[in-house]
């Protein structure tokens, strides 16, 4: 058997129509039935699929087996399988397991039983990999039994898919049989998962190619959501995450993925609702809820409420995010202490956290410590550029890529080299925030050089020319 879903499927027919003859041994035909029908049901879990009538029919052929095949035991390991956890809130996901486990007893035991079960050796080592994989994945990577039947594609398929599989060897699987599409959901979870550190490979178009053969898959819409919002594309993003919700209101990444979508298209007040509903699911998301509705009520203007909901977040956590931005709410509030405390220590976790380095020199700037000021806007400066020509290294490396979309790699470099402009200028406004502390605090050397830099933009001539004048009237006072 290949093991593909339309390959199960196309088999349920075949042995569906052996049945109705009485010469083909209709008592086998039941079984091989019997073992389709629970390898589609559990397939349609690790696709994410609302369930097909195929376990209610394993549960009425179970009946009439003879009782050697253990047919009740093998539907309530099947029952057993969780659905696919990306399209499924985490809660619900808790209690199934502790449900069935509870149920069914020593899972160790069930999945040893496996070994030697009645029925094909096949349906054994399929369920054994399964449940392995969801209440044992520490163990999950042992050898597994000598029973199991060499090159059978469905297993190398059903190991692989535990966790994050190599792709090589799904796209080996997909090669031997074209018709394993799901095998492009899984290589696609590897490829986001993968994406931050090494782009994002072919995850689009395996989505999309997931999606059209799986267009009922809250894991497929849920995976495809978390790209568009990973690439930048947050309209897309909205809707993909929209359609998760429908299905699963209470799927808690999805809530999460639409407020982040809502902040980034400007729609602070639905960023606020979304995350207020976060916060009541009881999530393990708080802290990002949290945050991500201090940003938007802080979009708002509406600061003491951003203040209440970053001070929440960082009484549970002490990130860089977090920190950053309590600092940033506290600054505008004219809490400098605090401010200038959550700063610090945002630039200790994050040392190339360069807004930071930022709203630290307007803290000191605006408490008219000169020459504190002056040197937190230099390094401010120091970090923009950084991170300017790290931008443009990557913007580089990408263009150089073959082995990534040619529509997202354009995308991401035009995007990497607009984010570099962007902090190229926000280099040369640092340099001259930092040329004005330093020349308030008499070091015209500093400003000078610091004024140096700040010239090479040109809307900042005029305002470069002013802190000129105001050096060359007034007398160094320089400290040793």
Known sequence: MRGCYDCLLAARDEYTGLAGSSAS??????????ETDLLIAVREKELGLPPSQALAEAHRLAASLPPRSAATRYVALAEAVPPNDLGVPAHELRVFRSRHADALGDMR???????????????????????????????????????????????????????FGPMAALESVRGREP??????????????????????????????????KFPRSSAID????????????????????????????????????????????????????????????????????????????????????ARTD???AKELTGTNDVLGLSGIITYELDDLDTARSDLTAAIAVGPTDCTSRWYLALVERRGRHWRDAGG??????TCFHDRAADSLAQAAALQARTDIAAAYRERAARGLTAS?????????????????????????????????VAAEEPELAERVTRVRAQLDRTPSRRRP
């Not at 925030?433 to 008499?442: D, I, L, Q, V």
Request: aromatic share 8%.
């Open 25 to 34: 041994g209709p008592a086998s035909i039941a079984t091989r039935l019997f």
């Open 109 to 163: 035991a069930q999945i040893a039983w496996l070994s030697h079960g009645p029925l094909r050796t096949l349906l054994n080592e399929y369920l054994r990999l399964a449940l392995e994989c969801t209440y044992f994945a520490e163990t999950h990577a042992t050898p597994p039994s000598e029973s199991r039947p060499a090159g059978e594609l469905v297993l190398e398929y059903r190991a692989q898919i535990c966790g």
């Open 179 to 212: 018709r394993f599409v799901e095998t492009s959901l899984f290589i696609a979870n590897t490829e986001l998962v993968l994406a931050p550190h090494d782009g994002p490979r072919r995850a689009q178009e395996h989505l999309a190619e997931a999606a059209a």
């Open 222 to 305: 849920y995976l495809t959501a978390s790209y568009d919002l990973w690439a930048g594309e947050n309209e897309a993003a909205l809707v993909a995450f929209d359609r998760t919700l429908a299905v699963h209101p209470g799927h808690e990444r999805a809530r999460l993925g639409r407020t982040i979508s809502l902040y980034r298209l400007g729609r602070a007040q639905d960023a606020i609702d979304n995350a207020t509903q976060l916060l009541e699911l009881g999530s393990e998301h708080r802290v990002d809820a949290l945050f991500w509705r201090a940003r938007s009520h802080y979009m708002l203007h509406q600061l003491d409420e």
């Open 310 to 312: 970053i001070f929440a």
């Open 376 to 381: 937190g806007f230099s390094a401010a400066m």
């Open 420 to 452: 570099a402009e962007a902090d190229r200028k926000e280099e040369r406004l640092a340099a001259l925030g930092g040329a004005s502390c330093f020349a308030a605090a008499g070091d015209a050397a500093a400003a000078r050089a610091l004024l140096d």
